[in-house]
Every structure is written in structure tokens, then in C-alpha cells.
């Protein structure tokens, strides 16, 4: 409701002079405006799922010890890419610095898969 | 009816080095409250599909799936090696006549913590029999236990992290062993140091059986020290061997942590090895009796020796 009320507010102040203002703007749909100043101001958000995918698999790629053939979104670390629990706690180490959030002890147990990986991520505010 | 002729003619034909040697299992009494029992056996010296083949047959259709799931030979083969371990370790006890490697049957605690689904026969009592299993692709343990929960973790001592340790340290483990690894100026040995943290903080959450969430590495700290409780690391340690091991809890839980006792060891040269049960303070009027431990280096069917005392197992720490 809150955001509801400082959206509008926003919109009805600033949102027109933006338009004219700035050419670039005027070209972009009104739900690109919407979804960039939204995010802008109210923090909470949350990230696109294939963009997750996309960057969570790039990032296990990135660990040596993987073989980045094998990294497919239905991998599972143990099984499939012969990871252990300290290999485990380095690609959530690697996830937190790519995403810029923490990823609390009591959850880092059950994210032991790339699909795993995604949806927390995916489902977190505070991810970047 | 004809697999088993197809079956028996393999044995005729093939190399029989593996088959017509292969030797039954040994058979062992089950370890005292006091001892603990550790197993193991090193991939690479397992060969021959014959052998691997043997294995695969005492599995059970849940297992077999599963390690046939695994993608890559080595993962592969130290997966069957590990449900080989277990299983004909277990047999080994000959709790009753009616166990082999095969029948046994498996299940897993509330917290997800494998253990022995004992059946039911005839007049017997299961027994207290706890174990646990860690691997590396190049080698797999087994520890077995009476009477304790046990935990068993084994790494690669050249094991090469991606993240510098003290980061890992920083994010995972307690402040005070934060300081212990940042004290360490030479990078070999804070990176020895911290592995040896590592295998000790798994152990005993493998022990507790509660799974990594349920015991956060940091909210426990693992203490080396005397009994006079100097607090050192080991490689400063001039006795180490008579170093006790310990473990402190941070939050408020109302566990009893100083029922845990650690062993450190290293195993084949190549790795650590630490091992967490639970002491044994019955009889002898609540004095403390030291962990004993017994090893044996195993390719099942194959051989067995017996290496406590050797070359191949050197006790870094923790009761003898």
C-alpha cells in the first residue's frame, strides 16, 4: 500500500518531465521506466530467473575443479560434479560474492545442485 | 536359471586372479566401547572389472542406480567403493549367520544420518553398532564404533582451496580459530592447519548427525590443547601426540560437548583423517579412557592387513 502511494506520488511528479526531458526515455515502454525507477526506490526486488541461471552457471564454470561440460542447471555438485562439502561451501562462497548477499548456514546445506542454487537465489530480495 | 550359467562360465574363462583368489571376508570381533575401528581402501589400487563387477552385485537396485547415476569414472568408482566399504565391513562383525554384504539394509536417521536397518531375527538383539563413511577420489573410509555415534571426515592434504583459507576461515569457522590460522605466518602451514580444522569441524558434525545446518561451523570451536587447556596449534605443539583435542559450543545449546573426544591421523601419507565419537566414561568410576583405535587398509574380497603402528598411519593428535 506504502509503495503503492510513493509510486504514484512519484510518478505524478516526476515521471513527466522525465519523459520529456529525456529523449531516451520517451523511446522506452512505460514498464521499463516502471520496473527501473521502481527497483531504484523501493529495495526488495527480486531478480529474473534466467539472468540467475545464466550467472549461477557461470560461476560454477569458473571453479576449477569443475568440468564446465557437465555444468547443466539439472546438475546436482555431488553427484555430477564430484563436488565435496568444502568444494560445496566455495561455490556458495562464490554465489554470495556474485550475487552480493549472504547466504545463511542453515540454508547453504540444501542448495547442493545448480536448480537449487537458482531458485533461492532467484527468490531472495536481496540478491544483486 | 541362465544368467547363472552365463555367470559361472565368466568365472571358468575370465582371469581368475580376482575370482578363484578372492579371499571371504575376515571375520572380526566387534570393536570394545573403547576402540573404534577405522577401514579403508585406495581407488586406484582397486582394478580389474571382475573385481568391480563383485562389487556391484552386493549392492543393493537403490545403490546400483545411484552410482551408476554418477558421471565420471573416478566419482563412479569411489561411490561403489564406498557402499562396498560399508557393506562388507559391516559383514565382517558376523553379528548373526544370516548377514552377508548383500542383505544388509540401510535407512536413515530422523536427520537424514545413514545407519544400519537391522532386521528382525531370530532371537537377536540388534547390536549398538554405529558407523560412518567419508571419501575422496582417492581414498574411502569407514569407521565403526559400539555403543558412540561416530563421525569420520578424510581430505587430500595437498588439497588446494579456490578461496584464500583465512576468507574461508573468516565466513565459516569461530573468531578464536580465525586468530589460531591467522597467527600461522608460513602459508604451507596455515593451509595444513586449516585442513586439519576442516576435517575435525566435519567429523564432528557428522558425528552429532544432524547435517551441516544443524550444526553451523560456527557455532563451535575445536580446541587443541593440553589438559592444563593451552590452547596452541599443532605445529607448535612438541607432543602432539598427548595433545587432547577438544570441542567448545558458542550458542547457548545445552549439548554436552565435553563428551566428544577427536583423533587426528594421517592416513597413506596423503591424507587427514579425523575421527569423532563419543567418550566411553563407564566403569573405572568416570575415569576417562583414551580413544584406541585399530585401522586396516582393505580391497574387499582381495586383502586385508592390519596397519596400526605402521608408516601408513600416523596419530597427529588426539588420544592414542
Given amino acids: 500500500m506504502a509503495a503503492r502511494i510513493a509510486l504514484l506520488k512519484y510518478l505524478r511528479v516526476e515521471a513527466r518531465p522525465a519523459q520529456l526531458r529525456n529523449p531516451r526515455l520517451i523511446g522506452g515502454s512505460f514498464s521499463q521506466l516502471f520496473k527501473r525507477q521502481f527497483s531504484e526506490e523501493v529495495r526488495g526486488s527480486f531478480l529474473d530467473k534466467d539472468e540467475v541461471r545464466d550467472r549461477v552457471i557461470n560461476c560454477v564454470k ?23 562439502s568444502l568444494d560445496t561451501v566455495e561455490i556458495v562462497m562464490a554465489l554470495e560474492e556474485e550475487f552480493g548477499f549472504e547466504i545463511p548456514d542453515n540454508e547453504a546445506d540444501k542448495i547442493n545442485s545448480i536448480n537449487l542454487a537458482v531458485d533461492f537465489i532467484a527468490s531472495h530480495p536481496q540478491a544483486k | 536359471m541362465r544368467r547363472g550359467f552365463y555367470r559361472m562360465r565368466l568365472n571358468c574363462c575370465s582371469d581368475n586372479k580376482f575370482f578363484s583368489s578372492s579371499t571371504p571376508l575376515t571375520p572380526i570381533p566387534l570393536p570394545s566401547p573403547k576402540e573404534t575401528h577405522l577401514w579403508y581402501v585406495i581407488p586406484s589400487e582397486v ?22 547415476s554418477m558421471r565420471g569414472d573416478e566419482l563412479w568408482k569411489s561411490a561403489l567403493l564406498a557402499r562396498t566399504l560399508v557393506r ?79 576468507t574461508l576461515a573468516r565466513r565459516y569457522f569461530c573468531d578464536p580459530e580465525l586468530e589460531v590460522l591467522n597467527a ?31 550444526a553451523p561451523f560456527k557455532t563451535f570451536r575445536i ?9 596452541s596449534h599443532l605445529s607448535r605443539t612438541s607432543s602432539a601426540e598427548a595433545s587432547e583435542i577438544s570441542v567448545d559450543l558458542l550458542d547457548d545449546s545445552s549439548d554436552l560437548t565435553c563428551n566428544w573426544q577427536f ?23 568416570n575415569r576417562e579412557v583414551p580413544m584406541k583405535l585399530r585401522v586396516w587398509k582393505t580391497i574387499p574380497f582381495v586383502e586385508d592387513r592390519c596397519v596400526s603402528g605402521t608408516e601408513a598411519v600416523r596419530i597427529l593428535c588426539g588420544s592414542r
Avoid at chain 2, 188 to 211: N, S
Fill in chain 2, 263 to 285: 583423533m587426528l591421523l594421517e592416513l597413506a601419507g596423503s591424507h587427514y583423517a579425523a575421527i569423532c565419537t563419543e567418550k566411553d566414561v563407564t566403569n573405572e568410576g
Fill in chain 2, 88 to 166: 562388507t565391513t559391516i559383514a565382517r562383525y558376523q553379528i548373526n549367520s544370516s548377514i552377508s554384504p548383500r542383505s544388509l539394509k540401510f535407512r536413515k536417521s530422523i536427520h537424514g544420518k545413514p545407519e544400519v536397518d537391522w532386521q528382525q531375527g531370530d532371537h537377536c538383539e540388534p547390536p549398538p553398532l554405529h558407523f560412518n563413511i567419508s571419501h575422496t577420489s582417492s581414498l574411502v573410509a569407514c569407521g565403526v564404533t559400539v555403543n558412540s555415534p561416530i563421525g569420520v571426515d578424510v581430505e587430500t592434504k595437498q588439497r588446494t582451496v579456490k578461496h584464500n583459507v583465512l
Fill in chain 1, 62 to 84: 569458473n571453479f576449477q575443479k569443475v568440468d564446465p561440460a557437465k555444468v547443466v542447471p539439472n546438475a546436482h555438485f555431488q553427484n555430477d560434479l564430484g563436488l565435496d
Fill in chain 2, 47 to 68: 582394478k580389474g572389472e571382475s573385481l568391480l563387477n563383485k562389487y556391484m552385485e552386493i549392492l543393493s537396485p537403490c545403490e546400483k542406480e545411484n552410482v551408476l
Fill in chain 2, 223 to 231: 580446541r587443541f590443547g593440553s589438559a592444563i587447556g593451552v590452547s
Fill in chain 2, 184 to 214: 600461522i605466518k608460513d602459508p604451507y602451514l596455515q593451509h595444513q592447519e586449516f585442513m586439519k580444522l576442516w576435517t575435525l569441524k566435519e567429523a564432528y558434525v557428522k558425528a552429532l548427525g544432524r547435517g551441516f545446518s544443524g
